[in-house]
């Protein structure tokens, strides 16, 4: 029988004994942790253990169960694996909209449960990959689109082109050892709470310019 790469925790859930033995001698080498069957409580003991993989074995999952692994999925991201005898198409999609990783019908046989786990790690891996990359995507797009409009302040306040104005941020921002969006926030946040023309507007933009 093959084996993971890595040392894990895993936590299980099974409605029968017999499934949790299943996985327990296919797991013999890990660390195990067996919950009683029903979603009451799940959240909060994921939280506190942090397994590295989540197992659920049940006929059908129920909503308690779905609504816990979907929080689960929101706060303590992790690959979730489920086992059932449910093939109904809602049922499916309703697993996957909770963030399970791998659902497998009718396939809780020992030789099975690492390969499943294997899967069901790379496609979490690569999921959280691409939501990285997402969220560096939009915070790049926001950061630019928040300079842009520092500049716009820049260059109506003191009368400067777009060059001299994204060069006053960046001084601003290397005589303050932070980054020019850090830089751009406090300047928007500044425009907005004082009035432009007033001694004490006047008086920041000096100060962040010098």
């Known amino acids: 029988m093959s084996e993971l790469k890595e040392q894990l925790r895993l936590m299980v859930v099974a409605e029968r004994s017999q499934w949790t033995q299943v996985i327990q001698r296919s797991l013999h080498i890990h660390e195990v942790m067996v919950l009683p069957t029903g979603g009451t409580g799940l959240y909060e003991e994921v939280a506190k253990l942090q397994p590295d993989v989540l197992i659920v074995a049940v006929d059908s999952p129920d909503r308690d169960i779905l609504e816990n692994m979907q929080a689960i999925t929101r706060d303590h991201p992790r690959p979730m694996v489920m086992f059932s005898a449910d093939a109904e198409r809602r049922t499916i999609e309703a697993a996957v909209q909770a963030g399970i990783s791998a659902y497998v019908v009718d396939g809780l046989r020992a030789e099975r449960v690492i390969p499943v786990l294997e899967v069901a790690i790379a496609r979490f891996n690569q999921l959280q990959s691409l939501r990285r990359e997402l969220a560096e995507a939009r915070a790049s797009l926001a950061g630019r689109k928040t300079i842009e409009r520092a ?60």
């Open 151 to 210: 500049k716009g302040i820049l260059m109506k306040r003191l009368r400067l082109d777009e060059e001299s104005a994204y060069s006053a941020l960046r001084k601003m921002a290397m005589n303050r050892n932070l980054k020019i969006v850090e830089i751009a926030n406090s300047l928007i946040t500044a425009s907005e709470l004082l009035l432009p023309g007033s001694d004490s507007y006047n008086e920041i933009l000096e100060k962040q310019n010098a």
